[in-house]
């Protein structure tokens, strides 16, 4: 069964950076799948932040453009999402998601204070 293990996240100041990972175990299809970060705050619908297909091709919401980078290494079978320039309105729980298998990892709270 293909399990998504989060890890990273945390507390920052604006400005600062983190850096979040997902790895998947018990999954062969991780080099051909789409992987994804979404994030959701409170009171509001979970929104896509960025992608990244099998070819390494990238996706990302216009709000983290230039400061957010997804990255994949297929050989650990494990998604990054290294976050920069980190600002208040992006305080969330985010989620990480393999898309050939619709299966979500469980969340990790990302803070940023002001």
């Known amino acids: 069964q293909v399990q998504l293990v989060q890890s990273g996240g945390g507390l920052v100041q604006a400005g600062g950076s983190l850096r979040l990972s997902c790895a998947a175990s018990?999954?062969?299809?991780?080099?051909?799948?789409?992987m994804g970060w979404y994030r959701q705050a409170p009171g509001k619908q979970r929104e896509l932040v960025a992608d990244?297909?099998?070819?390494?091709?990238?996706k990302y919401a216009d709000s983290v453009k230039g400061r957010f980078t997804i990255s994949r290494d297929n050989a650990k079978s494990t998604v990054y999402l290294q976050m920069n320039n980190l600002k208040p309105e992006d305080a969330a729980v985010y989620y990480c998601?393999?898309?050939?298998?619709?299966?979500w990892g469980q969340g990790t709270q990302v803070t940023v204070s002001s």
């Open positions: 990244i297909g099998s070819n390494d091709s990238t």
């Open positions: 998601y393999l898309q050939a298998a619709r299966r």
């Open positions: 018990g999954s062969f299809i991780f080099s051909i799948s789409t």
